[in-house]
């Protein structure tokens, strides 16, 4: 075994990296080393084993993370790490399907359908049912549902519906006509990527034992967010050699509403007996203050095995909380904020801001290039969702698979030819009828009745563009193949004779297409031929779609130098020096679902994954953890859009105050001495914020002070919550309570500050508004009981 590596590991990450044959479980707490001991047993594994690269498949959550570890590896390895399969689940099964294509009835050039596409066919099938009229179930309703079915691995004739469940008997029929749809199109959706590999692989020995017998090792990351389906699949791939090496964190689960299953990973020895655990429990990523930060919240999670990280690091910053009266001065304060963390020389892709929906990304963006600070949105697919960008894309997904109707209806008339909704609702008659696809329907136009001349012309002239993509373009190329697309599809030519700025914008996006293609073009040509007699590469261009197919939510690069936004989920694996985590407030993070349709359980469980999601972003932190809020935020009812009042987060008031630094905490307890005072001369500060549920901790404000007026940027005066080292960064008094009092039993002795000693008669109620009524000399009174504490 090579020393260096080994060098930076500690005893338990050595034990998982040095284990031999057989399943291996890790199970450990945020930022404790997982993804390196993936990292460092692979190169172990390649290095010193001997196990050739292209017989070990790592399998991750996201392409950033897959990137991230690829390039681990790389620099471990060198460029044999190349042929090592580290990607995600989805990925792979796209790689997959690719070779067992036939096998899937699938054409080796298939199509990747989106949620877009997916939607869009899910509409047509809806209609040709007769069940548009919405009076049913939605495009969006049925799509979930059959996601929701795909998440579980079952095909159509394997789904279970109530006979009184009227909507799902509708979706369980479209279910068997979307397939049938994608089988005609010579398509895959996403969640095809990972059923039609697990159901193969499980109903076909010989492909099983193939494909098993290929891959000796098998590692997967994040494994507390795997589905069934997921799951499945990898213990397919594991066969009986049994070499599985699976990290995650219950704690982390944030995919339950996607189909993740946390007992996969809590029953895992279940599943693969004999399996070795490993614990890590040193934290090497963030400071101690924002390690309590992250266990305050995370602890008070309902059902959770307990485990307690611990770090080296000391105490470092204290945590910094930042308020405005509404989202974009919350916006502002952050781009703010982050000028100030840049100005102290982090890089800009050592900082990220962190929500819990897209919608937030509205303000923060506007905030961050008003305040001229580049930054960039890792969810990748917004490029590539550009109406231009999507139609270039079909013309070339039509050039490989001209089958793919959905491609072929979304461009037929793009850039406009005059063909229109009534000519290609008469091919499609046709193609019904012939029970054939589009394109061969338009190549039959001479059979299909009512077509006038003109339509007729119009469709021979686009049958000749996509016949002649088809004939030429599939093995050039990327980028070549991406910019014939454009020209002879007349894409470029339109946009260009139009001169407006809107037109100017989209040929540029276009010309960013071709870009992206070359780039693939350099990058694939940088690679050595394949050590694998199986691997077939398939032809550039096919490669490149696929690319594009599966950026997931989570993925696109975050160029040098760039502040990061995303979204919670997208965080998952990732670290940064700040972390801004934006729009704490109930209703935000935790968010608020629908919950009316949810039991108490579901309630609780959502709850728990909110609580988790809070746990993944705080722990993306190395140094700094800015918590902001705003006070009203800009919902969007059934009335339109309007302002609600946003209360601070609970999980604000599960964070101990000393953790936003001395002064703060000395100014939280000088409350609680105020408050304690009989409530005649209590100030009244206390606001209960509608939305908790009994029995929850609330945040108590004082409003007054909460908007500072004097921030920089309108008087040009310092605010208080510029952050200087050391200093806390506050933007307003506030008064936190976390739930330090536990509830008293009746008949124990207990003081209270200015009341002197009493007994407890009774005590109800949970957490930071437990209350117990207690016996003093001076009579009975009604306390909230932090502000007792046990008499000796
Ligand atoms: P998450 O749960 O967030 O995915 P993780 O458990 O996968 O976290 P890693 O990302 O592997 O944790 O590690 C967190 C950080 O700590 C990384 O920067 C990593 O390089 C560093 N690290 C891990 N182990 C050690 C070690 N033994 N010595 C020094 N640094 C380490
Ligand atoms: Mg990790």
Not at 400 to 423: A, F, M, Q, W
Not at 641 to 661: I, K, M, N, V
């Amino acid at each position: 075994m090579s020393e260096d590596l080994l060098q930076d590991l500690n005893a338990a990450q050595r034990e998982a990296v040095l284990h031999g044959e057989g399943p291996l479980l890790v199970l450990a707490g945020a930022g404790s080393g997982k993804t390196r001991v993936i990292v460092h047993r692979i190169a172990r594994l390649v290095r010193d084993e001997g196990v050739i690269p292209w017989q070990i498949l790592a399998v991750t959550f996201t392409n950033k993370a897959a990137g991230e570890m690829r390039e681990r590896l790389e620099r471990l390895l060198g460029p044999t790490a190349r042929e090592l399969w580290v990607q995600t689940f989805h990925a792979f099964g796209a790689r997959f399907l690719r070779r067992e294509a036939a096998r899937a009835g699938l054409p080796p050039a298939f199509a990747i359908y989106d949620t877009d596409d997916q939607l869009r066919l899910v509409k047509r099938l809806l209609a040709e049912m007769g069940l548009d009229d919405g009076s049913s179930l939605t495009a969006r309703e049925a799509l979930s549902r059959i996601d929701a079915w795909k998440n579980e691995a079952r095909r159509p004739g394997e789904v279970e519906v109530s006979p009184y469940d009227a909507e799902g008997q509708v979706a369980r029929q479209l279910y068997e006509r979307y397939q049938a749809a994608l089988l005609r199109a010579g398509a895959a959706d996403f969640g095809d990527l990972l059923v039609l590999p697990t159901r193969l692989l499980e109903e076909d020995p010989a492909l099983r034992a193939r494909w098993s017998g290929r891959f000796r090792h098998v590692l997967v990351d994040e494994f507390q967010d795997t589905n069934p389906a997921q799951y499945r699949l990898m213990k397919a791939l594991v066969g009986a050699r049994r070499n599985v090496c699976v990290v995650g964190d219950d704690d982390q689960a944030i995919y339950r509403w996607r189909g993740a299953d946390v007992s996969n990973i809590l029953g895992f020895d279940g599943d693969f007996p004999g399996t070795r655990v490993v614990k890590l429990e040193q934290n090497y990523r963030s400071t101690r203050t924002i390690l309590d930060a992250a266990h305050a919240v995370i602890s008070r999670a309902r059902r959770r095995r307990e485990k307690r990280l611990w770090t080296e690091r000391d105490a470092g910053a204290p945590l910094a909380l930042l308020v405005g009266e509404d989202e974009h001065a919350e916006a502002e304060r952050i781009a703010r904020a982050i000028a100030v963390e840049r100005g102290r020389g982090t890089p800009g892709d050592e900082i990220a801001v962190l929500y819990r929906t897209n919608a937030q990304s509205r303000p923060l963006e506007a905030a961050l290039r008003a305040a001229r600070i580049p930054y960039v949105i890792v969810r990748g697919t917004s490029f590539y969702d550009r109406a231009e960008v999507r139609d270039a894309a079909a013309y070339l997904r039509l050039a490989l698979n001209p089958r793919s109707d959905l491609d072929l209806e979304r461009v037929v008339n793009r850039p406009s030819r005059k063909i229109g909704e009534r000519t290609v609702e008469r091919l499609r008659a046709h193609a019904v009828a012939k029970g054939i696809p589009l394109f061969e329907a338009i190549a039959d136009r001479e059979a299909v009745a009512d077509l006038k001349p003109a339509a007729r012309a119009a469709l021979g002239e686009f049958h000749e563009i996509v016949a002649g993509l088809a004939a030429d373009v599939p093995t050039l190329d990327a980028g070549i193949a991406v910019q014939e697309a454009l020209r002879r599809s007349g894409l470029l030519a339109r946009l260009e004779e139009e001169h407006s700025d809107e037109a100017v914008e989209r040929a540029e996006n276009l010309a960013e297409l071709v870009a992206a293609a070359r780039e693939f073009d350099e990058a694939l040509a940088g690679e050595p031929p394949p050590t694998d007699p199986d691997e077939a590469r398939p032809p550039p261009l096919a490669r490149f779609l696929e690319q594009i197919a599966l950026l997931g939510e989570a993925d696109g690069e975050t160029p040098e130098g760039r502040v990061a936004l995303m979204t919670l989920h997208a965080a998952k694996g990732l670290e940064f020096e700040a972390v801004f985590l934006a729009g704490m407030e109930d209703g935000t993070l935790p968010h608020e679902r629908p919950w009316s349709d949810q039991t108490p359980a579901e309630r609780d469980e959502a709850q728990d994954e909110e609580r988790r999601l809070c746990y993944v972003g705080m722990t993306r932190a190395k140094a700094r953890l800015t918590l902001s809020l705003a006070r009203r935020r800009m919902s969007f009812g059934e009335g339109g859009p309007s302002y609600r009042q946003a209360e601070p987060s609970r999980f604000l008031a599960d964070l101990p105050p000393e953790l936003f630094g001395d002064a703060v905490a000395r100014e939280v307890r000088a409350r609680e001495a105020r408050a304690a005072q009989p409530p005649a001369a209590r100030p009244p500060l206390v606001r209960r914020h509608p939305g908790a549920l009994e029995g929850e901790p609330h945040i108590e404000l004082d409003a007054e002070d909460a908007i500072a007026p004097g921030s920089p940027g309108r008087s040009g005066r310092p605010a208080r919550g510029e952050p200087s080292r050391g200093e806390p960064t506050i933007d307003y008094d506030f008064d936190q309570r976390p739930d330090r009092a536990g509830p008293f039993q009746r008949g124990e002795r207990v003081r209270h500050a200015s009341l002197g000693e009493g007994i407890v008669l009774s005590c109800d109620g949970a957490g930071a508004d437990a209350k117990a009524t207690v016996r003093f000399d001076s009579g009975d009174k009604r306390i909230v009981a932090r502000f007792l504490s046990r008499a000796e």
